[in-house]
C-alpha cells in the first residue's frame, strides 16, 4: 500500500507521528509536506495529496491542518476523492465503512497525537462494507462526472454574494 500525507504548519509536528505509525506497519509513505513550522497555505500540501489520489498515484493519503477543515474542503475539489474530517474513532470508522473515504483529514490543533494516532489506525483497519452503501457512492460518482466539468461561478464572472443579478432581499 502506499499512502500520501501532507500538512499545513499547524500539524507538522502530528504529520511526523502519523509517517512514523505508517512505517511501522510497512506502508510506503510519500510525504508531500510542509517540513516546518514556519506558515504555509494549507491549499498547497492539500492539493498535492489530493492529485496524488485522484490520479491513482498512491491508493490512500492523510492531511492535517489545524482544524481540519480547510483541507477537506481541498481535497474534495478532485475528481475521485472521498476526504473525510475524522474527530474520533465512530468517524473514522464510518468514513471507510460507509464512505469509503480514501483520504483521511484531522484536526492537529484540535487532537491529542495520541487519539489522532488511534484514528488512524482505525481508519486504515476498517473495510468499505459495500452493499447499500455502494450504491450511495456511486450516485456521488455521478454527481462528481456532471458537476466537476461544469464552470465555476468564478470562472463565469458570477456573483456569489447572493446580491447579484435576480437575487431577492
Not at 481540519?68 to 471507510?96: F, Q, W
Amino acid at each position: 500500500m502506499k499512502l500520501a500525507v501532507g500538512s499545513d504548519h499547524a500539524a507538522v509536528e502530528l504529520k511526523t507521528r502519523v509517517i512514523q505509525l505508517l512505517e511501522s506497519k510497512g506502508i510506503e509513505v510519500q510525504d508531500m509536506g510542509t517540513h516546518d513550522r514556519d506558515s504555509v497555505d494549507y491549499p498547497d500540501f492539500g492539493m498535492r495529496v489530493a492529485s496524488a489520489v485522484s490520479n491513482r498515484e498512491t491508493n490512500l493519503g492523510i492531511l492535517m491542518c489545524g482544524s481540519g477543515i480547510g483541507m477537506s474542503i481541498v481535497a474534495n475539489k478532485y475528481p475521485g476523492v472521498r476526504a473525510a474530517l475524522c474527530h474520533d474513532l465512530e468517524t473514522a470508522r464510518l468514513s471507510r465503512g460507509h464512505n469509503d473515504a480514501n483520504i483521511l483529514v484531522m484536526g492537529g490543533r484540535l487532537l491529542k497525537p495520541e487519539e489522532a494516532l488511534e484514528i488512524v489506525r482505525t481508519w486504515l483497519e476498517t473495510p468499505f462494507e459495500g452493499g447499500r452503501h455502494q450504491k450511495r457512492i456511486q450516485k456521488i460518482t455521478k454527481i462528481e462526472s456532471t458537476t466537476m466539468s461544469a464552470p465555476r461561478r468564478a470562472e463565469t464572472g458570477a456573483d456569489w454574494s447572493g446580491a447579484g443579478e435576480g437575487a431577492e432581499d
